[in-house]
């Protein structure tokens, strides 16, 4: 018989909106009933959620899942890694680890991320990326670009169109408009999504230009004014901005308090605490403010804001897998966004831009990805830090007493 849990008398977010008392079950690894009365198989595993709130699992729209990511997000309970810029080297393993342990984030990933000949990243080769990559010259590369991403299992195809100017590295090459629309209608062809990076608002013109998908970090250069905030939102393009990267980034801040939050500090290496405390020199040419102030913007004018990170190794200061889906929740209640709305932007929202329609939300028939947490997140968002328990598939995930690796 499948191992049955029930959580009882529990505040429940589901994915949506808010139940003040709910009763939910859970039977190996689906989502079995979620009620307003006590129903509790005989022996099954009850849980007392008085005081507490159930959630989804977290998705973080935005990663780079090395080995030992996967399982240090699963310990803040971030249920679902979207891995934007991998190699097949390291991301086959972690496919695999994901598919068959419970004690792993589940990931989904671009692989490689399509870009120029010196292009970003290029400086994180021997870095982050242990050899060279593939890059495109031409129109012509386009389909074959998109053609060994899928065959590498890719499930949507990342291109990075910039130019450096608004990290302080101006003068980089960078992806021009009929190599990016190439890339755009190969991805469509093989029916994936199709992801740009962008840190400046001329990249993001340029993306929207060549028909993209989705905007995978925040252009922070300046403010969004109403004309591409009009045009993100006609597009249906969703955006994940990133802002603990984009913090960082310009030097406005670091996540230092994660490190000192004795509901975080235990689970993170000095290395891990070292890199959320510092960003990058001084940045003259973005801001964290034009960030927050245009992913508000986008979200009142209707567009698809999304949670995510862009944590990657040590090294991407101001970010670490897992504890980072706290900092970038607070950095959007910070901006404007309701808890709620936050929230959402972590579950749901993700869910639903990535075609994850097994997850994302509590309720019947779907996977068990589930987060109790102590105190009520839906109005205090620094209470998603207060993990009680996570639950992959149905499991729940033992304790972790010593920090991660990754």
């Not at 159930?54 to 996967?70: C, E, N, V, Y």
């Not at 986008?298 to 889906?325: E, F, N, Q």
């Not at 309701?338 to 779907?366: C, F, I, K, N």
Request: proline letters at 6%; glycine letters at 8%; a negative charge.
């Amino acid at each position: 018989m499948p191992h049955t849990t029930v959580f009882e008398d529990v505040r429940l977010f589901d994915g949506e909106s808010v139940v003040d008392h709910a009763f939910v079950t859970i039977r190996g690894q689906k989502i079995d009933a979620v009620t307003d009365y006590a129903s509790s198989p005989t022996n099954a595993e009850t849980v007392n959620g008085r005081g507490c709130t159930l959630m989804p699992g977290l998705i973080d729209s935005h990663a780079h899942a090395k080995p030992g990511a996967l399982e240090m997000a699963l310990s803040f309970g971030v249920t679902t890694e979207i891995d934007l810029g991998s190699d097949p080297l390291w991301m086959d393993d972690q496919r695999a680890a994901a598919r068959t342990r419970d004690d792993v984030a589940d990931v989904r990933s671009s692989s490689f991320g399509a870009t120029v000949p010196n292009g970003h990243p290029s400086h994180l080769i021997g870095r982050f990326f242990p050899h060279p990559f593939p890059t495109v010259s031409t129109v012509a590369d386009a389909g074959p670009f998109v053609e060994e991403r899928v065959a590498e299992g890719a499930d949507f195809i990342k291109m990075i169109i910039e130019d450096g100017s608004a990290l302080n590295r101006p003068a980089l090459p960078a992806l021009p408009l009929d190599i990016a629309t190439a890339l755009v209608d190969a991805a469509h062809a093989h029916n994936r999504q199709a992801f740009a990076h962008v840190t400046a608002i001329a990249g993001a013109r340029r993306a929207l230009d060549a028909g993209i998908d989705a905007l995978v970090h925040l252009f922070f250069d300046q403010p969004a004014d109403d004309v591409i905030v009009q045009r993100i939102v006609d597009s249906d393009v969703f955006v994940v901005p990133t802002l603990v990267t984009l913090g960082a980034f310009s030097g406005d801040r670091t996540a230092r308090w994660l490190t000192e939050d004795p509901r975080s500090a235990h689970l993170l290496t000095e290395e891990w605490k070292a890199n959320l405390c510092c960003g990058w020199p001084d940045n003259p040419h973005g801001s964290l403010h034009n960030a927050q102030t245009s992913a508000l913007s986008l979200h009142r004018a209707g567009a698809r804001v999304l949670v995510g990170t862009d944590a990657a190794s040590v090294a991407a200061r101001g970010t670490a897998h897992g504890a980072s889906m706290h900092d970038e929740l607070r950095l959007f209640v910070d901006a404007g966004f309701t808890p709620l709305e936050a929230l959402r932007a972590a579950t749901s929202g993700p869910a639903d831009a990535y075609g994850l329609s097994d997850r994302g939300r509590v309720a019947t028939g779907l996977q068990a990805d589930l987060v109790l947490v102590e105190g009520d997140p839906t109005t205090s968002i620094d209470d998603t830090l207060s993990i009680r328990g996570v639950w992959r598939r149905g499991t729940k995930l033992a304790a972790r007493r010593t920090p991660i690796s990754a």
